[in-house]
């Protein structure tokens, strides 16, 4: 049996179905065509990360320290995540001071402004 890992790596983001599922323990199987579940349709770093994310009680701090990254990386490799993901409601993300904060962070990480600068921009 193949692991989910390798599954992911082989379907390389392009859309899949499963044709049969099995439960050993029970001794049964449905055949049919079924959709993954969402979270599965993701490539595999951002299954790790949202995995982390949740493992870390949505601590943004703890995935900070877990991955090496800043506050504002944090949020929006999330963002990033929720829009792949038809059943996260980002309609928020996508209002005008949404995207101008996420806008302001983006540059903040990029180091094109500074932290006054930032502070200055959100208000």
């Not at 601590?59 to 900070?64: P, Q, W």
């Not at 877990?66 to 829009?83: D, T």
């Not at 993901?85 to 005008?96: M, T």
Request: glycine share 4%; hydrophobic share 40%; proline share 7%.
């Amino acid at each position: 049996m193949q692991s989910w890992k390798e599954l992911v790596r082989l379907v390389n983001g392009r859309p899949f179905s499963v044709r049969k599922i099995r439960i050993p323990s029970q001794e049964i199987e449905i055949e049919g065509d079924f959709s993954p579940p969402p979270l599965a349709l993701l490539p595999m770093d951002d299954q790790v990360f949202a995995a982390a994310f949740i493992a870390s009680h949505g601590s943004i701090k703890k995935m900070e320290e877990l991955f090496g990254i800043s506050y504002p990386s944090v949020k929006n490799r999330l963002n990033r995540i929720a829009e792949k993901l038809d059943f996260v409601d980002v309609r928020i993300e996508h209002s005008p001071d949404s995207k101008r904060r996420t806008d302001v962070l983006s540059r903040l990480e990029a180091g094109e402004l500074t932290v006054a600068d930032a502070l200055e921009a959100l208000k």
